[in-house]
């Protein structure tokens, strides 16, 4: 064989060896940004990291109410996945902002009481129970409504039902949809009342215990995929690394239940 033609074999397994690394390459790193519920914040500070790693793709995180993350949707903020409540969700597919079909519940959220640490623990095991502690304390905080926090909505009417919403008015301290954890934390109140996953973070906060089965509101979050993202294929990859066992491991440990789906 002369010299040209072995020359050509040659190139030629390297044209195959270089196919096949095209081939076997893994897929390009992608960026995939979340707007998620505060009630979400802490797992998905945990869990971003968890899945940059396993991926290869980077995440960036953008947090308000649910109301305030779909109301940034709608006027125009490009986001790849949104983490709120599957009625926001529903909202954003009529709209067009988020793709039919793909909202995925990740995880359930329950609002609970949270007092400062090393303060008496009330009794709120049933709603009389909680009443009378709600009446007792002179200050309680909560997220404003008017911030559109499921958790504030929910307590307003909850003081409506118990017959002391005139008592509670009072006691007022609001907060602004993040967490009321660090005011209780402070001595700014007495009492929170939001889910629990938003309380829990602060070593400064004992929690009580969730509101009575007959108070209780159960807060799903969903993820769904936003029409306006550039990477639904890594979006997708996220969304099926929350049922691995190890977010939802961090899911259980930020006082969450995992996802039915």
Known sequence: MGR????????????VAAALLV?????????IKVLSSNATRTLLEDIAPMFEKASGHKVTLGFGTSQQVAKRVEAGEAADLVVITPEAIGKLVKDNKVVAGSSVEIARSLIGVGIRRGAP?????????????LLAVKSVTFSAPATGATSGVHTEKMFERLGI??????????GDGSSTGPIVARGEAEMA???ISALKPYSGVDIVGP??????LVTILSAGIGAAGQSRAAVQE????F????AIAVIKAKGLEPGKN
Do not use: C, F, N, S
């Open 243 to 246: 049922g691995t066992p190890e």
């Open 4 to 15: 040209a033609a072995a020359g050509t074999r040659i190139a030629g397994r390297w044209l």
């Open 211 to 216: 509101l009575p089965d007959e108070l209780q």
């Open 23 to 31: 081939l076997t390459a893994p897929a390009q790193a992608a960026e």
């Open 193 to 195: 009342i939001q889910q």
């Open 121 to 133: 623990h009330p009794d709120i095991r049933t709603p009389d129970a909680l009443r009378t502690a």
């Open 238 to 241: 996220m969304i099926r690394y």
């Open 165 to 174: 919403a005139a008592e509670m008015k009072a006691k007022y301290v609001l």
